[in-house]
């Protein structure tokens, strides 16, 4: 084992033996000053006696200014004494234990004022300087002479005037150019104009509640600063677009009373380099501006991702990773990072984020972000020219900044893509999630938007819409009832109905259905398919309710079955997943038994949803035959079987293993769907007949129809009649023969009654 070294630290100054060692201009700045006033006066002797040589004129001016001569000497003396306390120790300790009684007393002054003194001394010297050439050029007393400077500077004036005219004229132009192209972007709303308040912003009052809480530090900051603490002053809404963080921000606003500036999400985004910075520098001016003035403001920065980053994770070793990204990697319900080390947690985010390709680079230009972070926790510059320069100038320290009272709160939907500099605390101290609103939370939005307009819905049914729209977000539903209230006064009214609730809903989520008929024989095996779906649904899927079942055609689908979970529920079990293959795979089994082993393509999309689903429980969510992850087998050339002989023999036969198990899994599922389908014959019959004859239903009334019981709309009653049922027997085997053979059927459907 090699020994350690012993790592040394420079000297401190208390411990060095010998002087500091000057600068060269340290060392030769006062000769330079005397070698340049002895140039400058022999310059005046030849320019007053133009005979005069210049060896005459330099010998003229050493006996006339002998003085300037015995300074420079000293000066070299002086510098002598230094080099020599530089370079010999025994010098240096001799001189500072026996001479240097006047270094001792002057450093029992403070340093400010060592430093005021010392600034004096050098500026007397350098006006007496100035003022023997002054003498020796207008042949009068230097302090005379000295007077007489600003009369030859007010002659000198104009030409002045013209050179400073020509250099600011070139700089104005530029900096004229740049002014104008760092406008805009920025929206500044006074108190007055800002009307929302917190009981405008319905459904996420986890979120409000802790926000009143920062805005209470915002207008009472002394609570928590005369305790040691400081005002959290950055707040990041990340979440789903629709959800409310705009409106937040501006119910922040008009809580408060304070200004609300808005930057737009492109203000950062220029055409030249270095306009972006100019725009944070004026913005902040401007919030500084307005803190000061009316006790504190709050700016919002729009889709802050357009700011962009400097990388999310950075090559060679681990590092801290940040809540957001963990919640991107671990999307479980039991966070699956948070009994992981900090290592590991950086090793699956670099294979995650960098690998995997997540977003990266700037989006604000160069330098934008950097001017944006120094700005939101650098060091704040004294306020005014007074107290920066002039107080400065004549020795003064200037007066410590203010504290700014300013509230920034960023909003965006790709909070992975924000740099993490920008997050860390004392920039962005509190990042809350404004994600779907929960049922209750959906119930008040419904409500708050429903008392701007006149309706006759009950509580049971804004209950009932809030259950049925399970991922609503303020803004659909908004727009939803938007909707319903243009479809009531299509239909003369000027009351919102339930229908018009329902007919609103199924309009933003399917769009309007194409006005297109089918075949009868191919409206009957559209109708089938959509029948087998939504019966394995009713039969299997506990989870999710049938939301409505329709045969109508629309821009991407002829027909559908669309379901909603009549819970807001937050984790999935493998029966649940295993129920969704089922309705899956049932168009393709109910195809097969119905039409006699043929089907159509139609179960393509089918298909793939119930091989995707299996794909991930049998390589992802440890729901299928195996326990390892395929993820990471593949990440690490694992788990092929026999080893191949490379990386692609590799990938090859785990790909083979995998699709195995995927396969059978899916067989076995298929066949179970077959036996289902075969036990509710005459309820897939009875479904098809009910979505030929209603062409769109809801769930309610699918319900009914399978169980045999009274729906909203339909009764389904009529279909436990057997020879009803018999009729409809009869009616689908005359359209298998006419699928067969490609014609219409012999047997028209059958009316009920």
């Avoid at 038994?593 to 299996?614: H, P, Q």
């Amino acid at each position: 084992m090699s020994e350690i070294q012993k790592v040394t630290s420079r000297p401190r100054d208390t411990d060095r033996k010998t002087r500091i060692h000057l600068s060269f201009y340290d060392r030769v700045k006062f000769l330079l000053l005397f070698g340049i006033t002895y140039l400058v006066l022999t310059w005046s002797s030849l320019a007053e006696n133009p005979i005069l040589s210049v060896e005459d004129a330099l010998n003229e001016t050493a006996r006339s200014k002998s003085w300037l001569l015995v300074l420079a000497a000293i000066e070299v003396v002086r510098q002598i004494h230094f080099l020599l306390a530089e370079l010999l120790a025994p010098y240096h300790g001799i001189w500072s234990k026996y001479f240097a009684f006047t270094d001792r007393q002057v450093h029992r002054l403070s340093d400010w004022t060592r430093f005021r003194l010392s600034r004096i001394v050098k500026w007397s010297l350098v006006v007496a300087l100035l003022a023997v050439i002054l003498g020796a050029i207008y042949d009068e007393p230097p302090i005379k002479a000295l007077f007489l400077a600003p009369k030859a500077f007010l002659s000198a004036l104009p030409f002045l005037g013209q050179l400073l005219f020509a250099v600011f004229f070139v700089i104005i132009q530029f900096a004229a150019i740049f002014w104008f192209l760092s406008r805009g972007g920025v929206d500044t709303y006074f108190p007055d104009d800002i009307r929302t308040r917190f009981s405008d912003v319905w459904g996420q009052d986890h979120v409000l509640n802790r926000i009143r809480e920062n805005l209470l530090f915002l207008e009472t900051p002394e609570e928590i600063e005369k305790h040691g603490g400081y005002v959290p002053g950055g707040i990041l809404l990340w979440g789903p677009p629709g959800t409310g963080k705009t409106l937040m921000a501006e119910s922040m606003a008009g809580e408060t009373g304070k200004p609300f500036v808005f930057v737009d999400p492109g203000a950062f985004t220029n055409m030249f380099f270095g306009v972006g910075v100019l725009k944070v520098k004026s913005l902040f001016r401007k919030l500084r501006k307005l803190a000061l003035r009316y006790g504190g403001v709050v700016v919002f920065f729009d889709e802050a991702d357009s700011l962009g980053n400097r990388g999310i994770v950075s090559q060679g070793g681990p590092q801290r990773t940040s809540t957001m990204e963990k919640s991107k990697i671990f999307e479980s319900h039991c966070h699956g990072g948070a009994y992981l080390s900090e290592p590991a947690v950086s090793a699956l985010a670099r294979d995650k984020f960098v690998m995997g390709g997540a977003a990266g680079g700037g989006g604000g230009g160069m330098g934008t972000l950097q001017a944006l972070l120094t700005e939101l926790s650098g060091l704040k510059k004294p306020r005014g020219f007074f107290n920066r320069v002039v107080r400065r100038t004549l020795g003064m320290r200037p007066k410590n900044p203010p504290k700014y009272r300013i509230l920034v709160v960023m909003a965006t939907n790709m909070p992975e893509a924000l740099d993490e500099a920008l997050l860390r605390p004392g920039r962005i101290d509190r990042m809350y999630r404004v994600g779907y609103p929960s049922k209750a939370g959906r119930i008040r939005t419904y409500e708050g938007y429903l008392s701007k307009v006149s309706h006759s819905l009950t509580a049971e049914e804004i209950d009932k819409i809030a259950t049925i729209t399970p991922y609503a977000t303020g803004a659909t539903i908004k727009d939803t009832i938007n909707e319903a209230l243009i479809m009531a006064i299509r239909n003369g009214r000027t009351s919102i109905e339930w229908s018009d609730i329902v007919k609103a809903k199924q309009q933003k989520e399917l769009g309007p259905s194409e006005d297109v008929e089918y075949i009868e024989r191919e409206r009957h095996a559209v109708a089938v398919h959509e029948a087998c779906h939504a019966v394995m649904a009713h039969r299997t899927r506990q989870h999710m309710s049938i939301d409505l079942a329709t045969i109508e055609k629309g821009s991407d689908y002829l027909g559908m079955v669309a379901s909603i979970p009549p819970d807001d529920q937050f984790t999935r079990w493998k029966s649940e997943y295993q129920s969704d293959i089922l309705v899956s795979l049932a168009s393709l089994a109910g195809e097969r038994m119905f039409f006699d082993g043929d089907n159509s393509s139609g179960v393509s999309g089918d298909l793939e949803s119930a091989t995707t689903i299996a794909s991930l429980m049998e390589g992802h969510w440890g729901m299928g035959s195996t326990i390892s992850s395929h993820v990471s087998n593949r990440r690490f050339e694992m788990g092929a079987p026999g080893g191949g002989k490379g990386k692609d023999d590799t990938d090859k036969q785990m790909r083979m293993a995998l699709s195995d198990r995927i396969e059978e899994n899916l067989g076995t599922l298929l066949t179970q769907a077959e036996e289902i389908l075969r036990e509710n014959r005459n309820q897939v019959l009875a479904l098809a007949h009910a979505l030929e004859t209603h062409k769109t239903m809801s769930g309610e009334d699918v319900a009914a129809v399978i169980d045999g019981v009274q729906g909203s709309i339909v009764d389904g009653r009529p279909y436990l009649d057997a020879n009803f049922l018999a009729e409809i027997e009869k009616y689908h085997s005359a359209s298998v023969v006419a699928h067969r053979e490609h014609r219409i059927p012999d047997v028209h459907l059958p009316v009920i009654g």
